[in-house]
C-alpha cells in the first residue's frame, strides 16, 4: 500500500511520496522534512522537545488559570502555544501542542497532570480486571485535535507539524507506578512477573498510540516523534523481549502514511540500534552519546536528532556556542541531522538563548 492509497489526502500530500503543488511542495521540500530523508539540505533543521511551555512568558500568559489537560483540548489554544516558539525562535518545526497523556484521559482513564510533578493517575493498572480500563480510541474521542490540526497547518505555512505520542513503555510506566517514578519497581515487577499480562498491557498501549498517531497524521502532521522518554531504564535485552514488539507496531501502523517516523528516549545509548530497527526513519539521541557514535550505533539508513545538553543553554553565551560546535562537529559526516536538544527544553531556560542557539546553528551550517 502507498501513501497515495490511503483514504486522506492532506497528510500524505503534505509528506508522502509525492507531493502535490504550492505551499504542500515547500512543506515537502523543507529542510526538517529533507533531513528526515537524508536529502541535502539548504541549512541543518532545528527544532525542541518542549519548546512550547514555561520558558515562554507568552505561553504563562495564555495558560493562566487553565489546567494543562484543559489547555491541550481547546483547539485556538493548542494553535496559539504550537506556533509561539516558531514565531520567537524560528524553528524549522513546530510540534503539536499537547501531552502523552492526553489519549489515555481521551479513552477515560481518570488521571492529571500536577503542575511540579507530571502524569497522576488514579488508580494504577496492574491486574487483567484493570486492564478493560485501556479501551480503543476513536478519532471521536479527540475530535479537538483534528480540529487545531486544521487550524495549525493553515497558519503554518510551509512549517513542518510534527505529531506526537508516548511510547507503549513510557505510557505504561506512567499508568502502573499511578505516577512519575525513579526506578519504575512496579512496572518492572509486572514485565518481569506476569510476562502474559505485560505482552497484552503493552499490545493494547500500542494499539492507542497508533491510533492516536494516525488521527494526527490525518489531520496534516508531517512526521511523528514517540516518545519512549523513560526506557532507558531497561537492558538492551529486555528492550528487545518485553519492549520493542509493541514499538514497532506503532510504528508499523503509521508506515503507510510515509510520514518520517522519529524515535526518542532518554538514557538510551545501549538501544539505539534497537530503537532504529524498531522502525523509526530518525533516531533521537541524548547528550551522553556523541552523534557520530550514536550513528555507529544506529547503523547506516537512518537520520539522527539531537543532542545538545539542555543544562548547557544555563551557561554563557560562549560556552553555548563552543558546546554547540561540538554538535555540529560531531555530527557533520552524517547524512541527515536535526539539530536538537538531548531532552526537552528545561522551564527556567532563557528564551534569547534559544532564539541565539536556532540562528547560530543555521549561520554555521549554511551551504
Ligand atoms: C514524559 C512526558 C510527559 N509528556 C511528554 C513526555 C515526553 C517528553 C519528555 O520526555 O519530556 C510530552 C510532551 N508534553 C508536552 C509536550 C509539548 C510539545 C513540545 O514539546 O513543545 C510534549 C512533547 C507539554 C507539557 N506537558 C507538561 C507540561 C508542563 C505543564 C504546564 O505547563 O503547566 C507541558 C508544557 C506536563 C508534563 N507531562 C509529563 C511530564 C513529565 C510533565 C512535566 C511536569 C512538570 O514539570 O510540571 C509527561
Not at 518520517?260 to 538514557?267: A, Y
Not at 543544562?311 to 561540538?326: C, M, N, Q
Not at 541527515?336 to 534569547?352: A, R, S, W, Y
Amino acid at each position: 500500500m502507498s501513501a497515495n492509497d490511503l483514504p486522506h489526502a492532506r497528510g500524505s500530500a503534505r509528506t508522502g511520496d509525492t507531493p502535490a503543488t504550492g505551499r504542500q511542495t515547500e512543506t515537502y521540500d523543507s529542510a526538517f522534512l529533507r533531513a528526515c530523508r537524508r536529502e541535502p539540505v539548504p541549512h541543518t533543521p532545528v527544532w525542541f522537545m518542549r519548546q512550547a511551555g514555561r520558558s515562554l512568558p507568552e505561553y504563562l500568559k495564555v495558560r493562566e488559570g487553565i489546567g494543562m489537560l484543559d489547555s491541550c483540548m481547546r483547539p485556538e489554544l493548542v494553535t496559539e502555544i504550537t506556533l509561539q516558539p516558531v514565531r520567537r525562535h524560528k524553528v524549522d518545526a513546530a510540534i503539536y501542542f499537547s501531552d502523552i497523556v492526553v489519549p489515555l484521559k481521551a479513552i477515560g482513564i481518570d488521571l492529571d497532570i500536577k503542575p511540579g510533578v507530571g502524569p497522576v493517575v488514579a488508580e494504577p493498572i496492574r491486574t487483567r480486571e484493570d486492564l478493560r480500563r485501556l479501551r480503543d480510541l476513536t478519532p471521536d474521542d479527540v475530535h479537538y485535535v483534528t480540529e487545531a490540526i486544521g487550524m495549525l497547518t493553515r497558519e503554518l505555512g510551509p512549517t513542518p507539524l510534527i505529531g506526537f505520542a508516548g511510547a507503549p513503555y513510557t505510557l505504561a510506566s506512567y499508568l502502573v507506578e499511578g505516577g512519575p517514578s525513579r526506578n519504575h519497581e512496579n512496572t518492572k515487577a509486572l514485565m518481569y512477573g506476569d510476562p502474559e499480562l505485560w505482552a497484552d498491557l503493552l499490545d493494547r498501549l500500542a494499539g492507542i498510540t497508533a491510533a492516536f498517531l494516525k488521527v494526527q497524521i490525518e489531520a496534516g502532521a508531517s512526521a511523528v516523534q514517540l516518545f519512549d522518554s523513560w526506557v532507558g531504564s531497561l537492558a538492551p535485552a529486555d528492550y528487545r523481549r518485553s519492549v520493542m514488539p509493541a514499538s514497532v507496531k506503532v510504528f508499523d501502523a503509521v508506515a503507510p502514511y510515509g510520514v518520517p517516523r522519529i524515535h526518542f528516549g532518554v538514557g538510551t545509548g545501549e538501544l539505539l540500534g534497537l530503537m532504529g530497527e524498531a522502525g523509526a526513519d530518525v533516531v533521537g539521541v541524548d547528550w551522553r552519546v556523541p552523534m557520530d557514535e550514536a550513528a555507529r550505533r544506529v547503523g547506516p539508513g537512518k537520520a539522527l536528532q539531537g543532542n545538545l545538553d539542555p543544562a548547557v543553554l544555563f551557561s554563557t553565551p560562549e560556552a553555548v556556542r563552543a558546546k554547540t560546535g561540538e554538535v555540529l562537529d560531531a555530527a557533520a559526516g552524517l547524512e541527515g541531522h536535526i539539530f536538537n536538544l538531548g531532552h526537552g527544553v528545561l522551564p527556567t531556560t532563557d528564551p534569547d538563548a534559544l532564539t541565539r542557539l536556532v540562528a547560530d546553528v543555521h549561520e554555521r551550517t549554511a551551504r
